[in-house]
């Protein structure tokens, strides 16, 4: 991108002004000890921070904003920093994902509302950065992201472990074979550092994500964060958004529809989170890119697993930040990608990973010895579904990929939780389990229930994974056959909200169908007895979210913010 520096500059509307406006703009902000010089004809760099207590992912995001700062000073530019609403994957009721959309309208508002010339978004837990992307993407002025890197891998009486362990754990409680007391142990000695999951959970496929998009430095995404080079990744990212609005680098040039195909072939290969899917695709309605998801099929078939991270594998992230990061994922895939595509610092994929090295062949594997001959993704077809639904086969049981097996229904999360573990439930290892009403609408947020825990008579036997299928997300630190985000969804009157307990049910995953051995006729019986469910709440911002989000197969945005509004403010606040 050529530079244009006689480019008027956005915040000049605000600060460049004579008379009454001009002084309103400046003076209020002199009151923080600001010298009158800064505001001529400076970049305004806003840094979008997700810092909060209750959000423990990115609870080291204040230090790391510093760091942005010194980078944005070092080449010319006035940082600003503000909060917007943060999202704890681990603390929020009944989801974070209820959140994300309202979180992507704060981040839009703030940043078009204000003086800003460019923004760094600081993200790190699940839904910041998809959030934070989406509201980004709709005003759509020059924007890098900085991730908040993984936490250290957890130690516990010699022996790694991560986030994906707690679907183990919880199992060897309810089986008699661990103690709550040691459970207690085992979370002090997990999260030990700041920083997200240390797996390849949602949080390291966003990071992944928008590395692979190009909104971020290379290596962004597996910098452990507390490690010294994640604050100098952040100086150098403030030093880059400077260089950005000077160009008129925007979110547009660089996401483009190739960006949007690495980002999936990217996933594919590390074994990144099916949460993935409907995260890309909202981003991909706020900035104009008509992807659908039958791409995610044709992008992903003919990709292995060549990242071995937990869940899909062994190692952690902090793993492949020591092995070369994720450049040197993108050179062994050089023969798949679009390779020209321009990131943000204003070079091609293939530039910024040219001199990266495989320093480890057992974390990263390659095309033609991959870790596992399994891809990270894959989207089913039939009546069971007819929009679509997701299962990530890298994670998956070889023996389930290809099963019939009769439906075990639950009606929704309640029903699961009052039956799962009695005696009285009728269920071997060849059923598979059913759980409706947990979707976008129907939940409401479509939650991370899933990879629903097995029957304890189950367990007890020995039984270690089934298949299971709902209308709602699973963690991407989970693992099993476990096909998600069924559209439509339960609550929406298809036909996934007529299936009964006994019905036969068919998962192919190499032929990309899943179907419900039901005719035609029948499911419309059904579907004229069934009972409409009454509305979840009457008021607030989640009457306004279950009345206007879309299907997973679309993003589960809100029906009224795809597109962008830009970033143009004609009228002044006196």
Request: with cysteine; glycine share 10%; charged share 25%.
């Amino acid at each position: 991108m050529e530079k244009d520096d006689k480019k008027k500059l956005r915040s000049s509307n605000w600060f460049g002004r004579t008379g009454k406006d001009g002084f309103i703009y400046r003076a209020w902000m002199k009151n923080q000890g600001i010298p009158d010089y800064e505001f001529n004809d400076k970049p305004v760099i806003g840094i979008c921070n997700t810092w909060s207590e209750l959000t423990p992912c990115n609870g080291h995001f204040r230090e790391l904003a510093e760091s942005v700062k010194k980078g944005i000073w070092e080449a010319g530019g006035f940082p600003v920093e503000f909060p917007v609403m943060s999202l704890g994957e681990t603390i929020m009721k009944p989801t974070a994902m209820l959140y994300r959309n309202l979180a992507s309208m704060d981040v839009e508002e703030s940043i078009r509302a204000n003086p800003l010339d460019g923004v760094v978004l600081l993200c790190g837990c699940d839904k910041t950065t998809p959030s934070l992307v989406m509201g980004a993407c709709s005003v759509d002025i020059p924007t890098i992201v900085v991730s908040g890197g993984p936490m250290l891998t957890g130690k516990y009486r010699g022996k790694n472990i991560g986030t994906s362990d707690i679907w183990r754990y919880h199992d060897d409680v309810r089986e008699g074979k661990l103690a709550n007391a040691e459970l207690r142990n085992i979370e002090a000695a997990m999260c030990r550092s700041d920083g997200h999951c240390a797996v390849m959970g949602t949080a390291s496929s966003m990071a992944c994500m928008v590395e692979a998009l190009g909104l971020s430095l290379p290596e962004n995404a597996a910098i452990p964060a507390a490690d010294a080079r994640r604050k100098v990744l952040a100086q150098l990212s403030g030093l880059r958004i400077v260089e950005m609005v000077k160009e008129d680098l925007k979110l547009s040039n660089i996401l483009t529809i190739k960006a949007f195909e690495n980002a999936i072939k990217v996933n594919a290969a590390i074994g990144g989170s099916t949460n993935f899917v409907i995260h890309l695709l909202a981003i991909a309605g706020r900035i104009g890119v008509p992807l659908k998801l039958e791409d995610f099929n044709k992008l992903s078939a003919n990709i292995p697993l060549i990242a071995n991270l937990q869940p899909s594998g062994k190692h952690f992230m902090e793993d492949l930040f020591y092995a070369g990061g994720l450049p040197a994922v993108l050179k062994e895939l050089k023969g798949i990608l679009n390779n020209d595509v321009i990131t943000v610092n204003g070079k091609t994929v293939a530039e910024n990973y040219e001199n990266a090295q495989n320093y480890d062949n057992d974390v990263i594997g390659s095309v033609v010895k991959p870790f596992n001959d399994a891809t990270g993704l894959a989207i089913l077809r039939g009546n069971l579904s007819e929009n679509g639904a997701v299962i990530k086969p890298s994670a998956a049981s070889a023996h389930l990929m290809k099963h019939t097996g009769k439906a075990v229904v639950f009606e929704n999360i309640e029903d699961y939780k009052a039956r799962i573990d009695t005696d009285e439930l009728e269920v071997d290892e060849s059923c598979i389990l059913v759980l409706k009403n947990v979707g976008p609408k129907g939940y409401p947020g479509m939650p991370e229930v899933g990879n629903m825990g097995l029957p304890k008579k189950l367990l007890e036997k020995g039984v270690k994974d089934m298949v299971r299928i709902s209308d709602g997300r699973m963690s991407g630190t989970g693992f099993g056959t476990v096909v998600l985000h069924v559209s439509p969804e339960a609550a929406m009157g298809g036909n996934f909200s007529v299936i009964e307990n006994g019905d036969l049910i068919t998962l192919d995953v190499h032929n990309r169908s899943l179907a419900l051995a039901v005719g035609d006729e029948e499911l419309e019986r059904r579907k004229k007895k069934r009972a409409v469910p009454p509305p979840i709440v009457d008021r607030g911002y989640v009457n306004l979210y279950v009345n206007h989000v879309q299907q997973a197969h679309l993003g589960a945005d809100m029906d009224f913010l795809q597109g962008k509004s830009g970033s143009e403010v004609p009228r002044d606040s006196h």
